[in-house]
């Protein structure tokens, strides 16, 4: 018992038993933390991927939307701040501009400041498109942490920001082929 109340074991508690008992000379505990965080992301994404399915967006596609929305208007990045805000390769946010191209949600226009340079910008039926799926998101993600009180649910914050600060300071700055720098990120920021 922990803390006045029995903890059920998990998935990641039976994992951590075997591999003491095949590999005692291995220590699971920061299994334990990585193993819970990757499956606790793959149940969100498909929470969330199934809020986004009335409104046809994938999560991918949303985070995009998302990203250009929140900057306020005109609702443009060029595509390599689009990637840092998404956290993904430059070579994956081209195959996904692609897409909401295509679909009509964003699209490609020249930079009034430096005509060299390309912005993706959200068209009228993608500002439509994302604003219309917010509050579902929002409320997926509060549905989400619905099993967390206030404190805990602050605890968390801190400790994720915490370890997700640390992880980038020691991996440095992302750079797409680069293999000293940051991997393609396994989420994406909304």
Known sequence: MKGGYRVNPDHEDQVAEKWRRERPDLD??????????????QLLKGELGRALGQF?????????????????????????????????????????????????????????????????????????????????????AESAVRLLDAREEQQMVRTLRKLCLRMEAEAGPASDGDPGGRPAVISQTV
């Open 28 to 41: 699971p505990s920061s299994l334990q933390v990585v193993g819970r965080v990757l499956r606790l992301a």
């Open 56 to 140: 046809d967006l994938s999560v991918p596609g949303f985070s995009v939307l998302a990203a250009l929305r929140r900057e306020g208007a005109p609702y443009a990045l060029t595509p390599t701040a689009l990637s840092k805000a998404v956290s993904l390769t430059s070579g994956a946010m081209t195959n996904r501009i692609d897409r909401l191209e295509k679909a009509g949600f964003v699209e490609r226009v020249r930079s009034e400041v430096d005509r060299r340079s390309v912005l993706v910008r959200l068209t009228p039926a993608g500002q439509k498109k994302i604003d219309k799926a917010l509050p579902a998101w929002f409320l997926g």
